[in-house]
């Protein structure tokens, strides 16, 4: 069995580690995504079923749009 040695004599194997890398990989993207507001609809269709369990939902489209109409419909009072 092959051993990477890493931080201070601890010692993994490699497939744990490179589970690791894995993790570490999906964990930053799925973060990259939620800033970037890329997973907007699939925390919708979360929330949605959660609430209320019908089958009316958004299409993707249809979100997208809904979303733009909210951020853009208030005043803006930057200047």
Known sequence: MSRV???AGTSFSLS???RWIRRAMRITW???REWCG???YERYLRSAR???GTND???PTDFYVEQLNRRYS???RCC
């Open 5 to 7: 040695s890493a931080f």
């Open 16 to 18: 744990s580690f490179i």
């Open 30 to 32: 799925q973060s990259l």
């Open 38 to 40: 890329d997973a907007a």
């Open 50 to 52: 959660k609430r209320s």
């Open 57 to 59: 939902l958004l299409s």
């Open 74 to 76: 208030r005043p803006n």
